[in-house]
C-alpha cells in the first residue's frame, strides 16, 4: 500500500503566502509524476500543478509565476510555495502520485486526503 500526505493548509489574507508538502511513503519503487489539484466547493477538481521526476513542471494558467513546485526525490515529497494568494485561490488542494511498487509492476495513481487553503481578509 501507498499513502500520501498533506501538510500545510491554513487561512491566509489575500496577498500572503502558503508552502504545502505531501510526503508519499509505504511500498514505493519509484515515483514518476507527482502532482497538486485543487476543488473549490460547487467546482470541479482542477489541476494545479504537475511535477515529473525529471524536467520541466507544468502550471495552469491560473497560478502561474504565483505558485512553484519542488521535489525532493530522496524523501518521496512533493511541495507547492504559493505566493501573492487570491480569494479564488480558496480550495481543498489534493496531491497524487504515480507510482510503481515493484520494478516489474504496473504504475498506479494514488492520493492525498486533501488539505484545505483559504485566501480571506
Known amino acids: 500500500q501507498v499513502q500520501l500526505g498533506e501538510s500545510g493548509g491554513g487561512l491566509v489574507q489575500p496577498g500572503g503566502s502558503l508552502r504545502l508538502s505531501c510526503a508519499a511513503s509505504?511500498?514505493?519503487?519509484?515515483?514518476?509524476?507527482m502532482g497538486w489539484y485543487r476543488q473549490a466547493p460547487g467546482k470541479e477538481r482542477e489541476l494545479v500543478a504537475t511535477?515529473?521526476?525529471?524536467?520541466?513542471?507544468n502550471y495552469a494558467d491560473s497560478v502561474k509565476g504565483r505558485f512553484t513546485g519542488s521535489r525532493d526525490n530522496t524523501k518521496n515529497t512533493v511541495y507547492l510555495q504559493m505566493n501573492s494568494l487570491k480569494p479564488e485561490d480558496t480550495a481543498v488542494y489534493y496531491c497524487?502520485?504515480?507510482?510503481?511498487?515493484?520494478?516489474?509492476?504496473?504504475?498506479?495513481?494514488?492520493w492525498g486526503h486533501g488539505t484545505q487553503v483559504t485566501v480571506s481578509s
Open positions: 511535477i515529473p521526476s525529471g524536467g520541466i513542471t
Open positions: 497524487n502520485g504515480d507510482v510503481k511498487s515493484t520494478a516489474w509492476g504496473p504504475t498506479r495513481r494514488y
Open positions: 509505504g511500498s514505493i519503487f519509484s515515483i514518476t509524476a
